[in-house]
């Protein structure tokens, strides 16, 4: 690799040697172009020196020049408002100098700027633009980064086949011009792609050999990026220790870069390698480190995809409440980014048409005769470009309403799942940060039901129309406990659960039970009369104490213990089919309100001996 003051020092030579300020000028922008990926803080020092002796001298190639390497300085540091303001002003001053070679460039500029901010659909306008006018030149570095960052923007759209025929053609172009830079560039490109649809050795191969090329250059970015690369095939492979190791040196030296996005990404990527080595305290401390670093830019794409990597880790970790807050935050970042997308385009495209329009008017003011005719035909077309796009950004809120009203969707989905699982009462207290949710309930009545013949009947039932009729016996059991005011607790098989008194405990648990286990056998029977199948149900009932509670940390699932569960159990198994079984205590509780035939005694497997009773209907 040679020496940066080496490669300057020819450079250094000439300038000294200059007759006049215009030819110094453009060895300051030679200087700060050629070390725009090598060294970017020193080519945005010759850069910016270039443009102030320009400005200066109102030397308007100069002007245009060093902004584009301004421009491109700002976007290797992941400052994007910085970068898109001087490829702006790039773009115009070559506009009047009506250079197409400079227009592409600086197009090429802010398509790689967009692609960075995950604008796509401008993104790509942008590159194409750039393009046309690239592709006939004989620009081949530009036309070569060009192709490159159209593979990049199709790569990050999840179009693979696409993005792998835009890089063949940058790599061709490349290749031939002998740029090594944009040959290994490229090949990063195709290992990220490759990565990405599980080519995971063909992908190590491309980073292997960009990294060679990249230490050739002494290009510290591509060599930090090659790293990165190669530490995201190994994480895929399960390779964790090779993985960790790529990350890190990724991380050393993007840390000595001044590139914080990069840095962000390389402390994400070692979190998640943490984390899946179980070593969560070290993934949470470089999580919220890049987190801390993410929030200070404002960089909410990547503050996202960190909330949601916090949240896996303290899930791992076993700590559910606190993986619970970061999957909210994950979830409402994203929502905002959403939410916030195709305002920040609109603004963009206003900012874009009233400089422009500035611009142009400077131009009409210059032009005379047939250069003025001519300049204002161009603003013509140009502003029916601008009407193009904003019909496009029209269409685009269109889509992105469409796309709140999903995510509003899945919102109301996400709540509806979590109140199937759990009882409204027991949800909100796991929203306001209880850890532990155990409840004592001294007086409840708890109803089992089995339903007799169903097994039998799935011996000669296809298995869709078995699913379909216990779908249909369990969603009228739903309605009847939603009618009574009871909580389904769970279902096993063709088995029902359900339970009067909890989580609100009131004093009539045991006739709303009662009731819902009349209304339930009278449903069987009718259903088995309409199907002309001989099913029925078996109903057992118990009153007395339980213990409730959530368990479980990745399914939550709210339960019910002691041993009134176990006696009704008892009596549902040891009851009749289409009868409604029930304790001693529940004939007590109820029968001066329902009629009861009573049983006897009954010996009852691990409770002895008990007095037991069938509940036939309401006492009128």
């Known amino acids: 690799m040679i020496p940066t003051e080496e490669l300057l020092a020819p450079l250094k030579a000439r300038f000294d040697e200059a007759s006049d300020s215009i030819e110094q000028i453009d060895i300051l922008n030679e200087m700060g172009f050629l070390l725009r990926f090598r060294d970017t803080k020193?080519?945005?020092?010759?850069?910016?020196?270039?443009?102030?002796?320009?400005?200066?001298?109102?030397?308007?190639?100069?002007?245009?020049?060093?902004?584009?390497?301004?421009?491109?300085?700002?976007?290797?540091?992941?400052?994007?408002?910085?970068?898109?303001?001087?490829?702006?002003?790039?773009?115009?001053?070559?506009?009047?100098?009506?250079?197409?070679?400079?227009?592409?460039?600086?197009?090429?500029?802010?398509?790689?700027?967009?692609?960075?901010?995950?604008?796509?659909?401008q993104a790509l306008s942008y590159a194409m633009a750039g393009m046309k006018t690239l592709e006939t030149s004989d620009d081949a570095e530009f036309a070569g980064w060009g192709w490159n960052i159209m593979g990049g923007i199709h790569q990050s759209i999840?179009?693979?086949?696409?993005?792998?025929?835009?890089?063949?053609?940058?790599?061709?172009?490349?290749?031939?011009?002998?740029?090594?830079?944009?040959?290994?560039?490229?090949?990063?490109?195709?290992?990220?792609?490759?990565?990405?649809?599980?080519?995971?050795?063909?992908?190590?191969?491309?980073?292997?050999?960009?990294?060679?090329?990249?230490?050739?250059?002494?290009?510290?970015?591509?060599?930090?990026?090659?790293?990165?690369?190669?530490?995201?095939?190994?994480?895929?492979?399960?390779?964790?220790?090779?993985?960790?190791?790529?990350?890190?040196?990724?991380?050393?030296?993007?840390?000595?870069?001044?590139?914080?996005?990069?840095?962000?990404?390389?402390?994400?990527?070692?979190?998640l390698v943490y984390s899946a080595e179980g070593s969560f305290e070290q993934a949470t401390a470089m999580l919220y480190e890049a987190l801390d670093m993410a929030t200070s830019i404002n960089a909410k794409p990547k503050i996202y995809e960190i909330h949601l990597a916090l949240s896996q880790a303290f899930e791992g970790a076993g700590e559910i409440l606190r993986a619970f807050e970061h999957y909210k935050h994950y979830h409402a970042v994203k929502e905002e980014v959403l939410n916030n997308e195709s305002a920040t385009r609109l603004r963009q495209l206003q900012t874009t048409l009233a400089t422009e329009k500035a611009e142009r008017e400077n131009v009409l003011e210059r032009k005379k005769n047939k250069e003025l005719a001519e300049a204002n035909a161009e603003i013509q077309r140009q502003m029916a470009i601008l009407d193009e796009q904003a019909t496009e950004i029209e269409i685009a809120n269109a889509v992105l309403e469409e796309k709140n009203l999903v995510i509003a969707k899945m919102h109301e989905d996400s709540e509806r799942l979590l109140l199937n699982v759990l009882p409204v009462p027991i949800a909100d207290r796991?929203?306001?940060?209880?850890?532990?949710?155990?409840?004592?309930?001294?007086?409840?009545?708890?109803?089992?039901?089995?339903?007799?013949?169903?097994?039998?009947?799935?011996?000669?039932?296809?298995?869709?129309?078995?699913?379909?009729?216990?779908?249909?016996?369990?969603?009228?059991?739903?309605?009847?406990?939603?009618?009574?005011?009871?909580?389904?607790?769970?279902?096993?098989?063709?088995?029902?659960?359900?339970?009067?008194?909890?989580?609100?405990?009131?004093?009539?648990?045991?006739?709303?039970?009662?009731?819902?286990?009349?209304?339930?056998?009278?449903?069987?029977?009718?259903?088995?009369?309409?199907?002309?199948?001989?099913?029925?149900?078996?109903?057992?009932?118990?009153?007395?104490?339980?213990?409730?509670?959530?368990?479980?940390?990745?399914?939550?699932?709210?339960d019910l213990w002691g041993d009134t569960v176990n006696t009704a159990s008892r009596m549902e198994s040891h009851g009749e089919a289409g009868k409604i079984h029930v304790s001693e205590e529940v004939f007590d509780a109820l029968k001066e309100k329902f009629v009861f035939e009573e049983r006897g005694e009954l010996e009852i497997k691990g409770k002895g001996t008990m007095r037991t009773w069938f509940l036939t209907k309401v006492r009128l």
């Open 430 to 558: 796991l929203k306001q940060g209880a850890q532990t949710i155990a409840d004592s309930f001294e007086n409840v009545t708890v109803l089992f039901a089995d339903i007799v013949g169903f097994t039998q009947l799935s011996a000669s039932t296809s298995p869709e129309e078995l699913v379909q009729m216990l779908d249909a016996i369990f969603s009228d059991f739903d309605a009847l406990a939603e009618k009574y005011g009871l909580e389904k607790i769970k279902t096993i098989g063709d088995c029902y659960m359900v339970v009067g008194g909890i989580p609100m405990p009131r004093e009539d648990h045991a006739i709303a039970v009662a009731s819902m286990a009349i209304e339930m056998r009278d449903a069987i029977d009718r259903f088995g009369s309409i199907m002309g199948t001989n099913i029925r149900v078996r109903i057992g009932l118990h009153t007395g104490a339980v213990v409730a509670g959530v368990i479980g940390k990745k399914k939550f699932s709210y």
């Open 158 to 271: 999840g179009d693979i086949d696409q993005a792998v025929a835009y890089f063949d053609k940058a790599m061709t172009i490349f290749q031939k011009s002998g740029n090594t830079i944009g040959v290994a560039r490229v090949m990063n490109g195709l290992a990220l792609a490759l990565d990405s649809i599980g080519s995971y050795e063909e992908s190590l191969e491309y980073s292997t050999n960009a990294l060679l090329l990249h230490k050739e250059s002494g290009n510290t970015l591509g060599i930090s990026r090659s790293l990165n690369d190669m530490g995201l095939v190994y994480f895929h492979l399960g390779n964790l220790a090779a993985a960790k190791s790529h990350h890190q040196e990724a991380l050393q030296l993007r840390q000595n870069s001044n590139n914080p996005s990069s840095v962000i990404t390389s402390l994400l990527n070692l979190g």
């Open 42 to 121: 020193q080519g945005y020092v010759f850069a910016k020196d270039a443009l102030e002796r320009s400005e200066a001298a109102s030397y308007q190639a100069g002007i245009a020049k060093s902004s584009l390497t301004l421009g491109y300085c700002h976007f290797l540091l992941a400052q994007h408002d910085e970068a898109i303001s001087y490829a702006l002003k790039a773009l115009y001053n070559y506009e009047e100098l009506d250079d197409d070679l400079g227009k592409g460039r600086a197009r090429l500029l802010m398509g790689s700027v967009h692609w960075s901010m995950g604008n796509y659909d």
